[in-house]
C-alpha cells in the first residue's frame, strides 16, 4: 500500500498534453462551422496507432497521484500512460474555451484555432467561459496538484492551452518549471519545488 503521508519535501508535479485526436483539422469551415467542430472535438478519442513515449511512460512510473481531464483525448492519454494505477478525473482540469469570432469567410480548423484564442484572451468570450474565469480555475487546478504533491509526485493529463495557465499559478505555489517539453502532442512539462530545483 502506498505511504500517503506527507513529505518532509513536496514532490514533482508532471503536466502532460494529450497526444493526437482523431480529428480533421483541415476541414474548411466558417465561424459557426467552426463552433460546431469544437464540439465534436471535445467528444473524441486518439487517434489509431499512437503509443507514450518511453520517457513519458518513466515519470508516470513513479507518480503517486494521476488526475486526468474527463475530455476522451486526455482520459485515454491518461490511461495509456498509467499502467493500471487509478486516476482520479476532474472537469477543473478542461481545456479553456475557445469561442471563434464571427469572422466573414471559411477557413481549416487548425487556422480558426489563432484567431479563436487571440480573441478569447482580448475578451471575446461569447457567453463561454471567461480568460478571467479560465485564470481562477487554473488557480484551483494548482492548489489541487500542489496539495496531492505533499505525500508523493504527480502527474496531470490535460490539454496544451490550459497546461500553459497552469504555469503562473504553480510558479506563485513555490514550483519552478524543471523541463519544458513544449506544446506537441504527448509533450510534458515538469515542476518541482524551487528549492529542490535550486538543488538544495
Same mark, same amino acid.
Given at each position: 500500500?502506498?505511504d500517503m503521508r506527507r513529505?518532509?519535501?513536496?514532490?514533482?508535479?508532471?503536466?502532460?498534453?494529450?497526444?493526437? *485526436?482523431?480529428?480533421?483539422?483541415?476541414?474548411?469551415?466558417?465561424?459557426?462551422?467552426?463552433?460546431?467542430?469544437?464540439?465534436?472535438?471535445?467528444?473524441?478519442? !486518439?487517434?489509431?496507432?499512437?503509443?507514450? *513515449?518511453?520517457? !513519458?511512460? +518513466?515519470?508516470?512510473?513513479?507518480?503517486?497521484?494521476?488526475?486526468?481531464?474527463?475530455?476522451?483525448?486526455?482520459? =485515454?492519454?491518461?490511461?495509456?500512460? +498509467?499502467?493500471?494505477?487509478?486516476?482520479?478525473?476532474?472537469?477543473?482540469?478542461?481545456?479553456? +474555451?475557445? *469561442?471563434?469570432?464571427?469572422?466573414?469567410?471559411?477557413?481549416?480548423?487548425?487556422?480558426?484555432?489563432?484567431?479563436?484564442?487571440? +480573441?478569447?484572451?482580448?475578451?471575446?468570450?461569447?457567453?463561454?467561459?471567461?480568460?478571467?474565469?479560465?485564470?481562477?480555475?487554473?488557480?484551483?487546478?494548482?492548489?489541487? !496538484?500542489? =496539495?496531492?504533491?505533499?505525500?508523493?509526485?504527480?502527474?496531470?493529463?490535460?490539454?496544451?492551452?490550459?497546461?500553459?495557465?497552469?504555469?503562473?499559478?504553480?510558479?506563485?505555489?513555490?514550483?519552478?518549471?524543471?523541463?519544458?517539453?513544449?506544446?506537441?502532442?504527448?509533450?510534458?512539462?515538469?515542476?518541482?519545488?524551487?528549492?529542490?530545483?535550486?538543488?538544495?
Open positions: 500500500m502506498t513529505q518532509d519535501t513536496p514532490g514533482f508535479i508532471t503536466i502532460v498534453r494529450h497526444g493526437e *485526436p482523431d480529428a480533421d483539422r483541415r476541414q474548411r469551415v466558417d465561424w459557426r462551422g467552426y463552433e460546431r467542430w469544437w464540439a465534436d472535438y471535445e467528444e473524441r478519442g !486518439l487517434r489509431d496507432g499512437q503509443a507514450p *513515449p518511453p520517457a !513519458l511512460l +518513466a515519470q508516470a512510473e513513479q507518480a503517486v497521484h494521476l488526475f486526468s481531464s474527463p475530455a476522451p483525448r486526455a482520459l =485515454e492519454t491518461a490511461q495509456a500512460c +498509467a499502467g493500471g494505477k487509478p486516476i482520479e478525473v476532474d472537469s477543473v482540469f478542461v481545456e479553456a +474555451a475557445l *469561442p471563434p469570432p464571427p469572422f466573414p469567410g471559411r477557413m481549416s480548423a487548425r487556422t480558426w484555432g489563432v484567431p479563436a484564442r487571440c +480573441a478569447w484572451w482580448l475578451g471575446f468570450a461569447r457567453g463561454k467561459e471567461s480568460r478571467g474565469q479560465a485564470e481562477r480555475r487554473a488557480a484551483q487546478a494548482a492548489d489541487r !496538484l500542489v =496539495e496531492a504533491a505533499r505525500t508523493g509526485p504527480v502527474m496531470l493529463f490535460a490539454h496544451g492551452w490550459f497546461n500553459r495557465m497552469l504555469r503562473p499559478a504553480l510558479k506563485r505555489r513555490g514550483y519552478a518549471c524543471v523541463r519544458d517539453g513544449g506544446d506537441v502532442y504527448w509533450s510534458w512539462r515538469r515542476y518541482e519545488p524551487k528549492a529542490a530545483a535550486r538543488g538544495g
